[in-house]
C-alpha cells in the first residue's frame, strides 16, 4: 500500500518566515508532486519532479522553491511566507508509467496559516 | 494553457436521487482520472479512462470519456450519504511523456441530505 507523509498536518507562521513543508512517500515512485488547494479553485499545481534533483514549474511557483534530494522526499520552500500563502498544500507522488495508470497518491495535506 | 473545466461547483441532493459532475477539455486527453476527497481527507483515486468513448462501472458509479477525448463524466445512481465528497477530474495532456503531470478540474462538491 502507497503511503505519502506530509510533515505536520497543521502549521501557523508569520508573514515573513521561512517555510518548510516536507513529503515523503515509500513506494519508490519517481514522479512527485506539490499542489494548494483553495476553496472553489482546486488543485493547482505549484512544482513537480520526475527524478532525484530534477524540478519543474508548474502553474503557480511564483513565491515558492522545491528540492529533491532524495528519491522519497521531496520538499517545498516557501522563502518568505505571505497572508496569500495561506492555504491547504497537498502532496502527491506517481510512477512514469508509460500508457499505464498513473495514478496519484496524496499525502493527508498541511493547512498553513501565515499571519 | 491547458483547462479542465468542472461542473458544476456545489450539487446539494436528496438521499436517493442522482447526480452528475462534467469535465470539459480545452485539448485532447490521453487519459482522464477521477478522484474522490471526503471531507477532511486528500483526493483518494477512483478510476482511469483511456479510450474515446470508453464506459466504466463501479457500483452505482459510471464514468463515461467522450468520443473526442476532450470531455468525461461521473454519475452516481441513487446517491447515498457516504457519496459526499468532492469529486475531481484530472486529465492527462497528450503528449506529456512520463512526468504524470496532471491537471485538475476545479472539483464538484456534492451534499447528501438524508
Known amino acids: 500500500d502507497v503511503k505519502v507523509t506530509q510533515s505536520s498536518r497543521y502549521l501557523v507562521k508569520r508573514t515573513g518566515e521561512k517555510v518548510f513543508l516536507e513529503c515523503v512517500q515509500d513506494m519508490d515512485h519517481e514522479n512527485m508532486f506539490w499542489y494548494r488547494q483553495d476553496p472553489g479553485l482546486g488543485l493547482r499545481l505549484i512544482y513537480f519532479s520526475y527524478d532525484v534533483k530534477m524540478k519543474e514549474k508548474g502553474d503557480i511557483p511564483e513565491g515558492y522553491s522545491v528540492s529533491r534530494e532524495k528519491k522519497e522526499r521531496f520538499s517545498l520552500i516557501l522563502e518568505s511566507a505571505s497572508t496569500n500563502q495561506t492555504s491547504m498544500y497537498l502532496c502527491?507522488?506517481?510512477?512514469?508509467?508509460?500508457?499505464?495508470?498513473?495514478?496519484?497518491?496524496f499525502g493527508p495535506g498541511t493547512r498553513l496559516t501565515v499571519l | 494553457g491547458q483547462q479542465v473545466m468542472q461542473i458544476p461547483q456545489y450539487q446539494h441532493v436528496q438521499e436517493g436521487e442522482d447526480f452528475t459532475t462534467y469535465c470539459n477539455s480545452s485539448t485532447t486527453l490521453s487519459n482522464i482520472q477521477w478522484y474522490k476527497q471526503r471531507p477532511g481527507g486528500h483526493p483518494v483515486f477512483l478510476i482511469q479512462?483511456?479510450?474515446?468513448?470508453e464506459v466504466k462501472k463501479q457500483k452505482r458509479l459510471t464514468f463515461q470519456f467522450g468520443e473526442a477525448k476532450k470531455n468525461s463524466s461521473l454519475h452516481i445512481t441513487a446517491t447515498q450519504t457516504t457519496d459526499v465528497g468532492t469529486y475531481f477530474c484530472?486529465?492527462?495532456?497528450?503528449?506529456?511523456?512520463?512526468?504524470?503531470?496532471?491537471?485538475f478540474g476545479q472539483g464538484t462538491t456534492l451534499q447528501v441530505k438524508p
Open positions: 502527491a507522488s506517481s510512477l512514469p508509467l508509460a500508457g499505464a495508470t498513473d495514478t496519484q497518491y
Open positions: 479512462l483511456v479510450k474515446s468513448g
Open positions: 484530472a486529465g492527462k495532456k497528450t503528449g506529456s511523456g512520463n512526468t504524470g503531470k496532471l491537471i
